[in-house]
């Protein structure tokens, strides 16, 4: 019988993902309650399915672009355990601390997270990206 290999598949909730590519951060200006970012060609917003870190004076957002008009708005605290959430790898918020993965709004794809990420409205004109936090 082998139970030592049984036992031995067993991760025990989670491991930290090694090789996950990491998100490029952008600056994020603060005006009033907003956050506005400015998306220009070099951006990986310029592209659908792109996502970064934006970071301004009143805190980070994940950022992913899901259509030509369309933008998420997420918080970087991971819902396990608060870690800030650095990865985005094959379409997915990734944590560093234990491999939970988050869709682009923020739905939980894999744990050991189990509640979705926080999400802000967003809107978008004249390439500029508005998150009202
Ligand atoms: S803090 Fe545990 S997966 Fe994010």
Redesign the pocket.
Known sequence: MALGSLAAACGGG?SSPSNVPQLTTVNGTVSGGTVQVQIDSSSPLATVGGAVMVRASSGAFLVARTAQESFSALTTI?T????T?TGFDNTNFV?P????RFSPTGRVVNG??NAPLRSFATSFSNNVLTISV
């Open positions: 989670g991971c396990h355990e608060t870690c959430i944590c601390c234990h491999g939970s050991p997270a």
